[in-house]
């Protein structure tokens, strides 16, 4: 068990169809902490650098199209197995698959337009908490 830090971002897909105070409802009730939180748009450039891993993907620059399409927010949310329990809150990439009451199944549309993401493990966790905050905008541990 241990209290970890993981990143979170409400889509912009979920702020265009004003479902980011509902799913900020779901985070805050399942008991994780939200640590800091930005609402931005992304430009192509970080967009494209923060899903470089998927770059050789068929949807890449489709995924860019989408996440360069309006505002979303970024969080970071903390607690014991934080990393784990937002992938279980958010639920499979694609909505169709996702467990009733999940955030994806609820919210999502498509696996592109799927409403959230979440980092999939500690080191992604970090690498991703530092692309998008700074350590003087997040509490002292
Ligand atoms: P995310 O968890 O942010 O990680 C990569 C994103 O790429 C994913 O959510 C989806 O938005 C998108 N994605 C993953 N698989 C596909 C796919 N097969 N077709 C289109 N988009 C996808």
């Given at each position: 068990m241990s209290s970890i830090?993981?990143?979170?971002?409400i889509k912009p897909d979920s702020v265009r169809s004003k479902n980011a105070g509902k799913i900020l409802s779901m985070i805050e009730e399942s008991g994780l902490k939200v640590?800091?939180?930005?609402?931005?748009c992304l430009t192509r450039e970080l967009a494209g650098e923060f899903y470089a891993v998927?770059?050789?993907?068929?949807?890449y620059e489709e995924l860019l199209d989408f996440m360069t399409s309006g505002p979303c927010i970024a969080l970071t949310l903390?607690?014991?197995?934080?990393?784990t329990r937002w992938r279980e809150l958010m639920g499979a990439t694609n909505p169709e698959a996702a467990a009733p009451g999940t955030i994806r199944k609820l919210y999502g549309t498509s696996v592109q337009f799927n409403a959230c993401h979440g980092s999939d493990a500690p080191e992604t966790a970090r690498e991703e908490v530092a692309f998008f905050f700074s350590g003087a905008e997040l509490p002292k541990s």
């Open positions: 830090r993981t990143l979170a971002i640590e800091a939180m930005r609402m931005f998927h770059r050789e993907k068929p949807f903390a607690g014991e197995n934080a990393i």
